[in-house]
């Protein structure tokens, strides 16, 4: 069974840095990785799709990265803002969405 | 139109109460599941139906009934809950289960709370 792993599980940092969230996966096999943004209390955002032959997708101030044969996504967030304080979740497709365990970013104004 | 919609926001109700979840989608999108999400963890997958037919049961309890009237329409149908089964109760809908590139889009989910 695909297992996902997301490292930090917490962050925290001051506004303006640039930060990445880790991602790994255990199944290769995969159709496409995305991320999602979570709001307390709220429903999944999807902020980026990888699709399994690209290599990264870029949308504004993030950028994700994946590497299917080492089993690793990373999310890449530029000049942070306390606006994107909230909870990143990443999600392995096969044969369902197969989530990680999050990683809760905290920024600083 | 790129939306999930999920009604009602929030539910209360009692261990002996019958309700329904409803989550729609007018996207063309022939794959729809139900997720499950405890404070502070990651979603965790229910059922998934794909071209209206249930294809994925992850053991889920018999006090929770899916159906998927027709493609655009998934309702999950609770009987006799449990406190445990409090929870943030998320649709999802794409192109389908096993399409190379499909994309998820989620609802805002139903915090149901069984008192």
């Known amino acids: 069974k695909q297992e996902v792993t997301q490292i930090p599980a917490a962050l925290s940092v001051p506004e303006g840095e640039n930060l990445v969230l880790n991602c790994s996966f255990t199944?290769?096999?995969?159709?496409?990785l995305q991320w999602f943004r979570q709001d307390p209390g709220k429903g999944l955002t999807s902020l980026l799709l990888i699709q399994s032959s690209q290599r990264e997708q870029t949308s504004g101030r993030l950028n994700a990265s994946l590497d299917k044969s080492s089993g690793r996504s990373t999310l890449y967030i530029a000049a942070s803002q306390p606006g994107d304080s909230a909870t990143y979740l990443c999600?392995?497709?096969?044969?369902?969405?197969?989530f990680g365990t999050g990683t809760s970013l905290t920024v600083i104004p | 139109d790129t939306e999930v919609t999920q009604t009602p926001k929030h539910l209360v109700m009692g261990m002996t109460n019958k309700k329904s979840l409803k989550c729609e989608q007018h996207?063309?999108?022939?794959?729809m599941y139900w997720y499950k999400q405890k404070a502070k963890k990651p979603p965790e997958l229910m059922f998934v139906?794909?071209?209206?037919?249930?294809?994925i049961n992850e053991s889920v309890p018999s006090r929770f009934s899916p159906e998927c009237p027709n493609s655009s329409l998934l309702n999950l149908h609770l009987h006799a809950l449990q406190p445990e089964d409090s929870a943030l109760y998320l649709c999802?809908?794409?192109?389908?289960?096993?399409?190379?590139?499909?994309?998820?889009?989620f609802g805002q989910g139903t915090r149901l709370t069984v008192v």
């Open positions: 999802a809908s794409g192109l389908s289960p096993a399409l190379a590139g499909a994309e998820a889009f």
């Open positions: 999600a392995a497709h096969g044969n369902q969405f197969y």
């Open positions: 139906y794909s071209y209206e037919k249930l294809s």
């Open positions: 199944d290769s096999a995969i159709y496409n």
């Open positions: 996207m063309g999108h022939r794959a």
